[in-house]
């Protein structure tokens, strides 16, 4: 064997022994996310509303303006699987529609949520207890609870849609991130 031969072998061998240990470490001290989650159901409700505009000049009616949306309900689970505690920042639902285009919206704050009951008695069936904001999520618990998401689309767009995701934040944490089964 030649000395350019074995000075190839040799650099060939340092190469995979390097690559062996490098993989060993990253794979050893690999870390599973500090949350996991899952979305345990979904439920839409739509509101159509009509609503008179302006009084009209004499003789000219005023118009009328019609209004859909529509409310999502996902009831989800948190739970904190790391060593430390997680400090629940923010949620909000990304909803892709049929074309790509995204539509973002942030779950509502208590005080919202309690609005869109008493505003609308007709989703009273749909009330639950809700993931609060800026909460502590300690090692090893779990928070369940109703998230609440408002689009300014009709049930055929929700229908027709590629799909729905829900993120969480966290301070100092990676985001987890949902993902709604259709």
């Known amino acids: 064997m030649n000395s350019v031969t074995r000075a190839v072998l040799i650099v060939l061998a340092a190469v995979a022994v390097m690559s062996a240990v490098i993989g060993g470490y990253v794979y050893i001290n690999q870390k599973p996310p500090a949350a996991v989650g899952q979305i345990e159901s979904v439920q839409v409700s739509p509101i159509h509303s009509q609503m008179r505009v302006g009084e009209g000049a004499q003789g000219v009616q005023g118009g009328l303006e019609t209004y859909d949306q529509l409310f999502v309900f996902t009831k989800v689970k948190i739970h904190?699987?790391?060593?430390?505690?997680l400090?629940?920042?923010?949620?909000?639902g990304t909803l892709t529609m049929r074309?790509?285009?995204?539509?973002?919206?942030?779950?509502?704050?208590?005080?919202?949520f309690e609005k869109v009951f008493v505003a609308y008695p007709q989703l009273a069936s749909f009330r639950a207890q809700p993931v609060p904001r800026d909460i502590t999520i300690?090692?090893?618990?779990?928070?369940?609870?109703?998230?609440?998401?408002?689009?300014?689309?009709?049930?055929?767009?929700?229908?027709?849609?590629?799909?729905?995701?829900?993120?969480?934040?966290?301070?100092?944490?990676?985001?987890?991130?949902?993902?709604?089964k259709r």
Request: glycine letters at 8%; charged letters at 15%; aromatic letters at 8%.
């Open 138 to 180: 300690s090692p090893g618990q779990t928070v369940e609870g109703l998230m609440l998401f408002h689009y300014p689309i009709t049930p055929a767009d929700w229908d027709a849609r590629q799909g729905f995701v829900v993120n969480v934040s966290f301070i100092h944490q990676k985001d987890l991130v949902l993902e709604a």
């Open 80 to 85: 904190n699987q790391g060593k430390i505690p």
């Open 87 to 92: 400090f629940l920042s923010d949620m909000a």
């Open 99 to 112: 074309n790509g285009e995204q539509q973002r919206s942030l779950n509502a704050g208590q005080q919202d």
